[in-house]
């Protein structure tokens, strides 16, 4: 592993953010939001509630988004009894690296008898980006937990493709403090090899994945597929150490996108009475 002081980035003396969000939800009279803190250039907004909705979360970089060198931290709690709903403003941006990486560090903790739902807008992976994500869930029995996940790789509008670069993604999940599934996703070198591979991407230009870790994570499964069959990417769902797990690749982004928000959508409804659709800012 290369010596971090021996980056471009740092020997050139670039300004680099070193960025954090913490927010704990917990329920009294209604789910508040009673633990806020953040560094530059992380923050969350808290838009009117619609009536028909949980508390919305809005998670924003105002530095529009990441470049080699950047370590960005959030930290998302919902208490017992709490129910809340957090999304992106936008698509999260990944710089072109000179040889940094970006570090982006999550970690989701649902106690028992809270509902959160994690559902961000994609990341997009610019041609020589370099990125490191971890991604720690930990839910207690008797939680709730509905995370989305899509990666675009490339500025595909631009007619750019992520063919140089790295990521490295890492996910844990635990149960009652126990570790109940674990992924990787490394890309590096030959990057545009590996996604073209059949065995590999076989040429997908994004990449989406939704984790429901709930007690009745089982019941869903058999109508999850069902429903992803009828889409346009090929997609798969399972269940691991109790969690669903759906998985979609395809070679347009939007039908990527549009598949998964579809489950989603049906998800928080058939199991928790939201309205089946996305937060509004997916619209905007």
Known sequence: MADPTDYPERRLGLQRDDGFLE???????????????????CRMLFPRQEPDEP???VFITTSGGTAGGDVLRVSIEASRGATATVTSQAAEKIYPSLGAPSCLSLKLRVEE????????QETILFNSARLERRVELDVAPGGSLLALDLVVFGRLAR???????????????????????ADALGLSGDVAAQIADPAGFAGATAAGLVLLVADDAAAWVDEARARLSRGSSRAGVTLVGGALVARALGAEPAHVRRDLAELVSWLRAARSGHPARMPRFWSI
């Open 23 to 41: 927010v704990r939800f917990e329920r009294h009279d209604r789910t508040r939001p009673v633990h806020v803190a953040h560094r530059t250039p």
């Open 55 to 57: 508390l919305l979360g």
């Open 113 to 120: 008898g809270a509902e959160l739902e994690w559902l961000p």
């Open 159 to 181: 007619g750019e493709r992520f063919t140089a670069g790295a990521l490295h993604d890492v996910w844990r999940l635990r149960r009652g403090g126990r570790l109940t599934w």
